[in-house]
């Protein structure tokens, strides 16, 4: 069962608010140069062709999970992976290429990220595997990043331009999945300290109870001890 935390929301608003700001900021710069040499449309278009999505799912004992996507040759591929609950927060991790090779495989991890780039088009698959487990299910969320091949510049005057929106690209990307996994840490963490608290007050019940039937105990016992016979 997946807790959903209030901090969550506040995340998701922090990081598109940073993007948006930062879009807005690098196109008001640009635009009239932008507009001169004719590369509005096929920038805002290039801005469009990377790709980052996230999921989260639960992985039942004895079980896998695998998922694919078709990519283009040459095409950065990036799959960023955290374990949220269940067992010793452990899972299994492959990768395969369109042929069925393996290009990854990781065993028994918590989280990772790990970036490729395609050789060849068609469908890399990757999977998520659960089968060491005997009878606990685990809770993966995972994102993938797919970055198209740079377009090519119209004229010599785009080629810098094109390059540091690649990097601003990146850079947020990069600060999106920090963000994302500060928030899995935080409701990780979040999750321990809630069942040591819980474990905590129920051994403080038992002790008290245990306490008490102590306490009954011996007034019975030396009320036994001092009537008359």
Not at 69 to 80: E, L, N, Q, R, S
Not at 119 to 129: D, I, L, V
Request: glycine share 4%.
């Amino acid at each position: 069962m997946l807790l959903i935390m209030p901090s969550s929301h506040f995340w998701r608003v922090t990081c598109t608010f940073v993007h948006f700001l930062c879009v807005l900021i690098l196109y008001s710069t640009y635009l009239y140069s932008l507009f001169r040499m004719r590369l509005l449309f096929p920038l805002i278009f290039f801005s469009l062709l990377d790709t980052c999505y996230s999921y989260f799912i639960e992985i039942d004992a004895h079980a896998e999970e695998c998922f694919f996507d078709v990519v283009k040759a040459h095409t950065k591929m990036g799959i960023t992976f955290e374990v949220v609950e269940g067992g010793f927060y452990d899972i299994d991790v492959l990768i395969y290429d369109p042929d069925q090779r393996p290009i990854h495989s990781g065993v028994r991890e918590s989280n990772g990220k790990y970036t490729f780039a395609a050789t060849n088009e068609g469908a890399y698959t990757y999977c998520f595997s659960n089968k060491m487990s005997t009878m606990t299910p685990k809770v993966i969320k995972f994102s993938v990043d797919i970055m198209e091949p740079t377009l090519p510049g119209i004229d010599g005057g785009s080629t810098s331009l094109d390059a540091m929106i690649q990097e601003l690209s990146k850079g947020l990307t990069v600060v999106k999945h920090e963000q994302e996994y500060m928030e899995v840490r935080e409701r990780i963490h979040r999750m321990i300290n809630d069942n040591t608290n819980s474990r905590v007050v129920w051994w403080s019940f038992f002790e008290a109870v245990i306490l008490f039937l102590v306490t009954l105990g011996q007034i019975y016992y030396l009320k036994r001890f001092f009537e008359v016979r």
